[in-house]
């Protein structure tokens, strides 16, 4: 059984840094493509970045490019987000999921339906 827990969200004012963490139990193989979403009031679910387990490949949106970077320790099964110049339309609740995928995360990496297991949730506030 897949797990994962998001911790690292906060309050921070414009142009502060955050890293959020993702803890994933039950996830044995390289083939899983992880992502961060968000989720602010009244809107969609949002798909940040992602990155390939077993190649390492990263994908962004476009908003977040140059200032988030998403990267993983194998070794201990986490997932991280560093987000840099945080602005005010960052503020959402971030979660990390999971999907198995044989090849790459794919070119519809963002969209939430594709992924299987999801986090918690953790709450990001950024005040300008």
């Known amino acids: 059984q897949v797990q994962l827990v998001e911790s690292g969200g906060g309050s921070v004012q414009t142009g502060g840094s955050l890293r959020l963490s993702c803890a994933a139990s039950?996830?044995?193989?390289?083939?899983?493509?992880m992502g961060w979403f968000r989720q602010a009031p009244g809107k969609e679910r949002e798909g940040v970045a992602a990155?390939?387990?077993?190649?390492?490949?990263?994908y962004y949106v476009d908003s977040v490019k140059g200032r988030f970077t998403i990267s993983q320790d194998n070794t201990k099964n986490t997932l991280y987000l560093q987000m840099n110049s945080l602005k005010p339309e960052d503020t959402a609740m971030y979660y990390c999921?999971?999907?198995?995928?044989?090849?790459?995360?794919?070119?519809?990496?963002?969209?939430?339906?594709?992924?299987?297991?999801w986090g918690q949730g953790t709450q990001v506030t950024v005040s300008s």
């Open positions: 990155i390939y387990r077993f190649s390492s490949s990263t």
């Open positions: 039950g996830i044995t193989y390289s083939s899983y493509c």
């Open positions: 999921a999971a999907v198995w995928r044989i090849q790459g995360c794919g070119q519809y990496w963002y969209q939430a339906p594709k992924y299987t297991y």
